[in-house]
């Protein structure tokens, strides 16, 4: 089970664009080469977060990227959501009531089935660490970070 | 982030053959009916778990298919980490070192990255689960199923 690279690059720039939130919009020219990326690639990989209301893009020569929220409204999850869709990791095709072992089951499958029923609780106890951490929560957690990042930007002259 | 097919197969299989204890060795042909499988496409599925100890299987035309432990030993992590591979779903590039931004950050990059941390701690609240369950939990779950279960394959003829 793999999770695309989209969602490390996605969180990325989401934290980069909160820390840089008094500069911003981030020009898309200025945050490929921050992160040493094709300007297409990244725009490709930032779609998804505009249409899902977390990364606000405008045009222009003053134009670029921002977060389109305070960031502690943004949480991972709705993030990891956006890149990688909203099914869950674990589908459940009811394996339970194939071929021979299925028969004569009477009310018995009116349930859940009990495998796909523990997956799911697993995937929730992962979806309430992501719900439960915001992009703010990533940006505090790197101080050092955050100024090295302003300072980096704010050296920036094309 | 998509789960392979193979988990449901599996964890349904250990299931099955954990009910069927006492009937069991269940040769590949009855377990394939059972699901209404060809017999090639399930051995594929189920190799990786006898290589990982948690089935065996015996030739012969008595021989079969079995759990190679209790059922209270075997944990649904172990199934699912012997199908998917070890492997974290959330990888770290340390794109933090990338392009401009990673510039000049002295020993900051010491730790490990906050989003990666985050990431992992979800991951770990994931495996949490899978690992505190076992095929034996999953089979007491659902008596009903292991009696018809017991039932249908007994009528077996062939």
Redesign the interface.
Known sequence: ?????G???G??CC??LGWLDEAAPVPIRRLA?????PQEYLKKRLQPLTRAGILTSSPGVRGGWSLARPPGEIS?MEVVTAL?GP?E?????E??Q????G???GR?FDGPC??S???R???L??????AG?TIA??ME??P??AA??R??YSR?TD
Do not use: P
């Open positions: 089970m793999r999770m695309g690279e969602v490390e690059w969180l990325h934290v980069t080469a921050w992160f040493d990326l991972v990688e099914l990791a674990f589908r459940c095709t394996i339970r194939r071929g021979i072992g028969r004569d089951a018995e009990g495998i029923s523990m997956m609780r697993a995937e106890a992962w979806r309430r660490e992501l951490s929560d990533l957690h790197a050092e970070s090295r990042t300072r980096n920036l």
